[in-house]
């Protein structure tokens, strides 16, 4: 019986980009056992040095390694147990390669490369382990490539994902059947508070209600509402408040469409802590954001000033190092906040020239613009804080970015995830994912998808067609 699950078992061949991804990877594979090539060590000992995440990654893993071969008298050629160090989260063994291996690459293939190095052991391997399936895992799209041309197995490292498909991401907006208060109309208690209504529901869909979510239905007169709380079979519905209407306008803004008056209903809202706005270029993230944020600090006196951030990714090349203070460092990265304030200050007709100029001046006294490299031990209280391009930050980034919330302090995430510049990051296992997934139906956390652009018919055409 133990020796056919030894046989069950795979051999996992980690390649050094995977360890410098995620240095838990090693605690990963279940019941599978790892195997770790020495160029791997070798590549990890190259990559040690210095204060990027890589780095830092490299060091961790490291010390993982450490911890386990130094962890009693165990043989290294019969593998090491990584059960007491995953806290079993992991029944395998950890082999490392203790020999030189003659792998019998093709001529074409340089020995002096450390991914044909790898690619040797693995050849070497299945030789000696004919019975057993072994695997590369490997970041590296052309080392999978080059495996599979030698008859080799390669898979991509997927645990970091969130989610294997994003358009399985929770969207915060749900359309409700046809049919949806014939069926939980039965016993349907209603009544009104503060000039909204509220509705008790019970039947089959409320199961799948998340609080905070915001429900609709397009007939002659439409119902637009958030879920305030699920308990069993039983969901209480508030309508929501209309910001497409005039008076209800945010710093002289008006909601576009469906989904931006949702996004100002959680923006506006002091019971949310954490709202995340996702959507392509042009739905108005930017916009809506900063003007909830001034009305907030300046009219209603809720937050003390508004902080502005982003990762400062460049889309062409790097344009060397800026002169001047942080903040003069950040504002070439900022150019859509000088736009979205340009538009905000427009809407200022009545005060003509002079209170234009005053308004913008007291404006820029409260938004700062703060660099994501000084963000560590800090605590924002009572603050309006905007993370701009967050899509580019990766979930450990985000976690730091986001406890640094103090009492009284509401985070914005804005981005699109068809449009990462970061290295090694993709839609899947985005931070902006990452934190999307993780809140969705917490009762101090909104998030919506804008699905309409409302930037201009050419912008929009262009996002179609091109």
Not at 81 to 108: C, E
Request: glycine share 8%.
């Amino acid at each position: 019986m133990a020796r056919k699950t030894k046989t069950a078992t795979k051999l996992f061949v980690l390649d050094t980009n995977v360890l410098m991804h995620d240095p838990t990877s090693l605690f990963r594979f279940e019941e599978h056992d790892v195997f770790l090539p020495m160029a791997t060590l070798e590549e990890l000992d190259q990559h040690k040095i210095g204060m990027t995440e890589v780095a830092r990654n490299a060091r961790q893993a490291s010390r993982f390694l450490d911890e386990i071969v130094s962890g009693g008298e165990q043989n290294i050629e019969e593998g090491i147990s990584l059960t007491s160090q995953s806290r079993k989260g992991a029944t395998g063994r950890l082999f490392l390669q203790t020999r030189a291996v003659q792998g019998g690459l093709p001529a074409s293939l340089p020995s002096s490369k450390v991914d044909n190095q790898i690619l040797g052991v693995i050849l070497s391997l299945r030789q000696e382990q004919p019975s057993r399936p072994v695997i590369l895992v490997t970041k590296d799209i052309n080392m999978r490539i080059k495996a599979r041309a030698l008859g080799l197995p390669a898979e991509d490292y997927f645990n970091d994902k969130v989610l294997e498909d994003t358009d399985l991401l929770y969207a915060g907006v749900r359309e409700l059947p046809a049919d949806f208060w014939e069926k939980h109309g039965k016993g349907m208690e209603s009544w009104q508070v503060e000039g909204r209504t509220w509705y008790r529901v019970k039947g089959p869909l409320v199961s799948t209600l998340l609080v905070n979510e915001f429900v609709y239905q397009e007939s002659a007169t439409p119902f637009y509402a958030i879920v305030k709380s699920v308990d069993g079979k039983t969901a209480e519905l508030q309508t929501v408040k209309d910001y497409t209407h005039a008076k209800n306008n945010v710093w002289g803004i008006n909601a576009r469409n469906r989904e931006q008056n949702f996004a100002l209903n959680v923006l506006m809202d002091p019971e949310v802590d954490f709202v995340t706005l996702l959507g392509q270029a042009g739905t108005g993230k930017t916009l809506l954001t900063l003007a909830a944020g001034l009305m907030q600090t300046l009219e209603h006196k809720r937050y003390t000033e508004i902080i502005m951030t982003r990762v400062t990714v460049p889309v062409g090349e790097d344009i060397g190092f800026l002169p001047g203070t942080e903040e003069e460092k950040m504002n070439p990265w900022m150019g859509a906040l000088e736009d979205n304030l340009d538009v905000l200050n427009k809407n200022d007709e009545a005060t003509g020239e002079w209170g234009r100029a005053a308004t913008q001046d007291l404006i820029r006294t409260r938004i700062k613009v703060k660099s994501l490299n000084f963000m560590r031990g800090r605590t924002f209280l009572n603050k309006y804080l905007i993370i701009d391009e967050a899509q580019n930050l990766t979930p450990k980034q985000m976690k730091t970015l986001i406890t640094r919330a103090g009492p009284g302090t509401k985070v914005v995430c804005l981005g699109n995830i068809s449009q990462i510049d970061t290295p090694y990051l993709t839609e899947g296992s985005s931070g902006l994912t990452y934190v999307v997934d993780r809140f969705k139906g917490w009762e101090h956390g909104g998030h919506i998808t804008l699905a309409r652009g409302e930037r201009s018919r050419l912008a929009d055409f262009a996002g179609e067609t091109l």
